[in-house]
Every structure is written in C-alpha cells, then in structure tokens.
C-alpha cells in the first residue's frame, strides 16, 4: 500500500517562501506521476502541480507561475514544492498525491499545514 508523507509547512510571512516535500514508500516511485493540491479552509482543493516520473514533465497552475517550481528526486522517492513570494491567501493544508498517470491520483499523503501571516 503506497504512502505519502510531507513535511515542510509551517508560519511565514508574507513574502517569504516555503519548500514543503513528500516522501514516498509502497509503490514504485520512479514509475508514479506526482501532484500537489491544497485546501484552503472553507474551500475545495485546488490542484496546484503536476510532475512526471522521470521529472521531464513538471509544471504548476497557471495562476501561481512564476512562484512555483515542482521537482523531484527519484533516488530519495521525494517529490518537492518550491513557493516564492507568498501571500496570505496561500494559506491551505498542502497534499502530495500520487498515480500511475497524469489523470488521477491512487495515493494521498495526510497534508500539511501552510501559514502566510504576518
């Protein structure tokens, strides 16, 4: 059974910025299509970031280009999320997700909490 675990969040102010990641166990990592989606309190999830297995393929909503990089590194089955410039209404429990394509997650880590507040 895969698993999925992330780390990373915490308080920052605005402006500042985060490296939440996700390690993964249970599955072949190297063959998994990840994601990252957030909740923001009251709201529903917001699909973020989308990497391929091999990392060839990464790319993030269009609406926070520029202020989000998604990578990975196979050899430690870890798959990053790089937030710059952060505002408060980027607030939300951020998810990592995996799956063998593109087109739905099978796995899901249990989230973590990003603050952006002053």
């Known amino acids: 059974q895969g698993q999925l675990l992330e780390s990373g969040g915490g308080l920052v102010q605005p402006g500042g910025s985060l490296i939440p990641s996700c390690a993964a166990s249970?599955?072949?990592?190297?063959?998994?299509?990840m994601f990252w989606v957030r909740q923001n309190s009251g709201l529903g999830f917001e699909w973020i970031a989308t990497i391929s297995p091999d990392g060839s393929d990464a790319y993030c909503v269009d609406s926070l280009k520029g202020r989000c990089t998604v990578s990975r590194d196979n050899a430690k089955n870890t798959v990053y999320l790089q937030m710059n410039s952060l505002k408060p209404e980027d607030t939300a429990v951020y998810y990592c997700a995996a799956g063998p394509t593109r087109l739905r997650p099978k796995y899901w880590g249990q989230g973590t909490q990003v603050t952006v507040s002053s």
């Open positions: 249970g599955f072949t990592f190297s063959s998994t299509w």
